[in-house]
């Protein structure tokens, strides 16, 4: 499975950003998606999961209200809609995949697929 994530960008406090994870690869639909993020200086955490049917969206309490986590079987793509951004957001956002459905206590080492990382700055 290869993944590829894209849309990062610079934004205000109060914005929005829309990321895109883009994957690809054999029997790739049958992983579990899902969203970490790692602030400079810190450990990656998980963010938002998701499966391909759109069922079980998941999100940390830090981001719940104000991000929204969807995927696109037929686009082979998973979403982030980030909005309300705060400077505390900044961070690299990573897409993963992995065999387990993803929730608030997974650990970044059961991940089975991870892309590239797109760099997410948030300006107060």
């Known amino acids: 499975v290869q993944l590829q994530a894209s849309g990062g960008g610079l934004v205000q406090a109060g914005g929005s950003l829309r990321l895109s994870c883009a994957a690809s690869?054999?029997?790739?639909?049958?992983?579990?998606m899902g969203w970490f993020r790692q602030p400079p200086g810190k450990e990656r955490e998980f963010v938002a999961g998701?499966?391909?049917?759109?069922?079980?969206?998941v999100y940390a309490d830090s981001v719940k209200g104000r991000f929204v986590v969807s995927s696109d079987i037929v686009k082979n793509t998973v979403y982030l809609q980030m909005s309300s951004l705060k400077p505390e957001d900044t961070a690299v956002y990573y897409c993963?995949?992995?065999?387990?459905?993803?929730?608030?206590?997974?650990?970044?080492?059961?991940?089975?697929?991870w892309g590239q990382g797109t760099q997410v700055t948030v300006s107060s």
């Open positions: 998701i499966s391909w049917s759109g069922g079980g969206p």
């Open positions: 993963a995949a992995d065999s387990r459905p993803m929730g608030t206590t997974v650990t970044t080492g059961r991940i089975n697929y």
């Open positions: 690869g054999r029997a790739f639909s049958k992983y579990f």
